[in-house]
C-alpha cells in the first residue's frame, strides 16, 4: 500500500467523505489516493484558501474533523488565511500539503530554496496550528496521523497540519508494520472541581439577577443539549456571544441573545446589571466585554475554560473572577447536573420581567426601519430574512458590516445554524464555507455577504455552479467597504481613503460577474421589494445570487468604540432605578 492510499483510507474512517482539495506537482501523490478511495468524494476548490475555509465550515456543521489539501510553496502559503479561521474558533481540522521530494530539501542549509516551490511550511503553520509536522520517514505516517487528528479533537480543539514529501507520498508501506500513536491519559481532580461548582452553584443560588453566559466551548464539547437542559431546569437566563446565537431560538423566553460592542442594547443592559455571570466556554473576548476592567463591574463572577491561558488574562486584564474553573464543558456539566439534581427552579420572574422590558424598549428593528425609501434598511431585510426562514437551515455570513448586521438582526428558529468565522473574519469567508456546509449537510445554504467580501474568493462561484450547490447568495452592495467607512467617522473625521470607487477601489458589476459564471442573478432595491425578492431567492430550485441596494451612509447601530465600557451603550442601574423600571411579564407600564 502507498503511503497516499494509506493517508485515505485514514481519512475516509475518521468519517469524512469530502476532503477539499487543490492539485499540484508535488501532491500529485496524495490526491491520486484520495481520488481513487472508494468511500471519499474530493471537491476541487479554485483557490487553495477556498478548500480550507470549505474545510472549516464542514467541521462546523458535521461536527467532525474537516480536511483540506494543497500542494507545496503558494498553494500552501495560501491556505494559512482559513487555517487562522480554525486556529481562531477552535475547529478540529487537518491540512495536509504535499512538499519537494526528500533529496530536494534544504535542511538545515542556508539557502533559501532548493527544490521548486519548495517552503517551510512547518515554520509557517506552527503558530496556527495544534500541531505541525513534516513526515519524512514513511513508517512514520500512521503515528503522525493518529497524533494530529488526536490533537485536532482533544482539549481545545484546533487546526492540524503534516506537510509530506512528495516521494513519501509513494513510498510502499506495510501498515501491520507502522506503529501508532498513544495519547497520554486525561487526568481530571474531580474533588476540587466538585468544590468549585458548588461555590459556584451557592453563588447562582443567592443571586437576584443571575446570569449565565454560553461560549462556544460548549458546541466543541459537544453539550450544546445539557447545556440547554440546565438553564431550563434552573430558570436562569442565558446570555449567548456571537458564536452561540444559534444555541436557542430567539424567543426562548430565557434568551438575551447578544451582548458586546455591536450587540443589542437590551443584551447590554442584562449583562451590566447582572448580580451574578456564570460564563461557561467562552473567553469573554474583547468583542464582547470590550473592557475587562468594566465588563459587568457589579457581578460576581465564575468564569469555565478548558484553557488555561485564557484564565490567565483576567487579572492582567482588570477582572478578578470569584472563581475560575480550568475544565471541559463536560466535566463541568457533569458535576453541576450532579450537585444540583435536588435544586428546584429559581423564581426569577421580576428579572425576566426587567429583560423583556429591555428587549421591548430597545429592539434591533424598530418600524422606521421599514420606512426607509430608495434603499434596503439592513435591519429590514435581516428582519424579513428570519421570518421567511425555516426551520434547521443553515445561514452563514461573512465579515465587516454584513456580518454585524446579521448578528445583531437576525432571528434564530429552532434547530437553525448560523456560522460566520467569528475571529478572524476574513473577508470572503461565506462563499467557500457555503460549499463546506452543503457537503456536510446536503441542505440549501444561504449567505449574507458585502460586495467586497464577494470579490475576495469570487472564483469559487465556478465550484457552486459545478456541483449546483443550492447556494443563496445575498449580496449587500454598499458601493464600497461600509465597516471602514464608520470607521473612518470615528477616527478619521469621515477622511475616507481606500474605501469606495471614489477613492480607488474597484466595484464592478456583480450580477455580470455572476452570470459570467452560469450562476443566474436578481437584485432588491429597496424596501418594498424585500418580501417577494426574498422568497424568489430562498424558493429558487439552485444557486442564485441577489444584489441587495444598501446607502453606501448605512451604519451599524448600536456600534460601541472598543475599549470603551458595555455601560456606554446600556448604564448599570441603582437599586431604586432598577426597581423604578421593573416590568414583570404580562404588566402593563
Known amino acids: 500500500m502507498r503511503v497516499s492510499d494509506y493517508i485515505a483510507d485514514f481519512i475516509a474512517n475518521q468519517g469524512v467523505k469530502h476532503p477539499f482539495l487543490i492539485t499540484g506537482g508535488a501532491v500529485f501523490g496524495l490526491v491520486d489516493g484520495v481520488a481513487h478511495h472508494p468511500k471519499l468524494d474530493y471537491i476541487?476548490?479554485?483557490?487553495?484558501?477556498?478548500?480550507a475555509m470549505a474545510a472549516d465550515a464542514y467541521s462546523r456543521i458535521n461536527?467532525?474533523?474537516?480536511?483540506?489539501?494543497?500542494t507545496s510553496g503558494p498553494g500552501a502559503t495560501n491556505l494559512i488565511t482559513g487555517v487562522c479561521c480554525a486556529w481562531y474558533d477552535s475547529i478540529p481540522t487537518l491540512f495536509l500539503t504535499g512538499q519537494v521530494s526528500s533529496g530536494k530539501l534544504r535542511g538545515d542549509s542556508q539557502v533559501r530554496q532548493l527544490g521548486f516551490q519548495?517552503?517551510?511550511?512547518?515554520?509557517?503553520?506552527?503558530?496556527?496550528?495544534?500541531?505541525?509536522?513534516q513526515v519524512r520517514d514513511p513508517k512514520e505516517i500512521r503515528y503522525e496521523l493518529e497524533k494530529a487528528t488526536h490533537l485536532a479533537r482533544s482539549g481545545r480543539p484546533g487546526p492540524v497540519h503534516l506537510d509530506i514529501p512528495n516521494d513519501v507520498q509513494r513510498t510502499e508501506v506495510n501498515p501491520a508494520e507502522l506503529r501508532g500513536y498513544s495519547p497520554e491519559r486525561r487526568t481530571v481532580d474531580y474533588e476540587g472541581l466538585g468544590r468549585k461548582v458548588a461555590q459556584a452553584l451557592d453563588m447562582l443560588d443567592g443571586a437576584e439577577r443571575p446570569l449565565i453566559i454560553l461560549g462556544a466551548g460548549v458546541r466543541l464539547a459537544k453539550s450544546e443539549k445539557r447545556a440547554r437542559a440546565l438553564v431550563e431546569r434552573l430558570n436562569i437566563p442565558v446570555a449567548l456571544t456571537w458564536a452561540t446565537k444559534d444555541f436557542l431560538?430567539?424567543?426562548h423566553p430565557l434568551v438575551i441573545e447578544g451582548f458586546g460592542v455591536s450587540s443589542g442594547r437590551y443584551g447590554n443592559f442584562a449583562v451590566q446589571n447582572a448580580d451574578m455571570i456564570l460564563a461557561i466556554g467562552t473567553r469573554l473576548d474583547t468583542h464582547e466585554s470590550s473592557n475587562l476592567a468594566l465588563f459587568a463591574k457589579g457581578a460576581r463572577k465564575v468564569i469555565v475554560d478548558i484553557d488555561k491561558h485564557e484564565l490567565e488574562k483576567f487579572p492582567i486584564g482588570g477582572m478578578e473572577p470569584e472563581v475560575v474553573i480550568n475544565n471541559d464543558v463536560v466535566d463541568f456539566l457533569n458535576a453541576v447536573e450532579y450537585l444540583s439534581r435536588n435544586s428546584s427552579p429559581r423564581n426569577l420572574k421580576e428579572w425576566l420581567g426587567k429583560i423583556n422590558h429591555w428587549?421591548?424598549?430597545?429592539?434591533i428593528c424598530p418600524a422606521e426601519c421599514f420606512q426607509q425609501k430608495g434603499t434596503v434598511n439592513p435591519y429590514a431585510f435581516m428582519d424579513v430574512l428570519s421570518r421567511q426562514s425555516k426551520e434547521g437551515d443553515i445561514i452563514i455570513t461573512d465579515a465587516g458590516a454584513t456580518l454585524t448586521w446579521t448578528m445583531q438582526g437576525f432571528r434564530i428558529k429552532e434547530g437553525q445554524r448560523l456560522i460566520t468565522a467569528f475571529n478572524n473574519s476574513p473577508m470572503g469567508y461565506s462563499l467557500p464555507?457555503?460549499?463546506?456546509?452543503?457537503?456536510?449537510?446536503?441542505?440549501p445554504i444561504v449567505c449574507t455577504m458585502g460586495d467586497g467580501s464577494m470579490q475576495m474568493n469570487v472564483q469559487e462561484l465556478a465550484t457552486v455552479r459545478h456541483h449546483n450547490i443550492p447556494a443563496k447568495l445575498f449580496i449587500f452592495d454598499n458601493k464600497g467597504y461600509g465597516m471602514i467607512r464608520q470607521t473612518l467617522d470615528t477616527y478619521m473625521g469621515s477622511r475616507y481613503a481606500a474605501v469606495d470607487n471614489q477613492t480607488k477601489l474597484p466595484a464592478p458589476n456583480l450580477r455580470k460577474v455572476a452570470e459570467a459564471y452560469g450562476i443566474p442573478t436578481s437584485e432588491i432595491r429597496d424596501n418594498s421589494g424585500l418580501e417577494d425578492g426574498i422568497r424568489h431567492v430562498l424558493e429558487y430550485d439552485g444557486p442564485i445570487v441577489?444584489?441587495?441596494?444598501?446607502d453606501q451612509n448605512e451604519r451599524i447601530q448600536p456600534k460601541l468604540i472598543p475599549g470603551k465600557s458595555l455601560e456606554e451603550l446600556a448604564p448599570r442601574l441603582s437599586d431604586e432605578e432598577l426597581a423604578r423600571e421593573m416590568i414583570i411579564p404580562g404588566e402593563k407600564k
Do not use: R
Not at 476541487?44 to 478548500?51: L, P, R, S
Not at 428587549?359 to 429592539?363: A, C, D, S, V
Not at 441577489?546 to 444598501?550: D, G, L, P, Q, S
Open 118 to 133: 519548495e517552503t517551510d511550511t512547518v515554520a509557517l503553520f506552527s503558530s496556527i496550528t495544534k500541531y505541525s509536522s
Open 63 to 70: 461536527n467532525n474533523l474537516g480536511v483540506a489539501i494543497s
Open 433 to 443: 464555507a457555503a460549499i463546506g456546509a452543503y457537503f456536510a449537510s446536503g441542505k
Open 359 to 363: 428587549k421591548e424598549k430597545y429592539p
Open 546 to 550: 441577489c444584489n441587495v441596494n444598501i
Open 249 to 251: 431560538p430567539y424567543d
Open 44 to 51: 476541487c476548490t479554485e483557490n487553495e484558501q477556498g478548500a
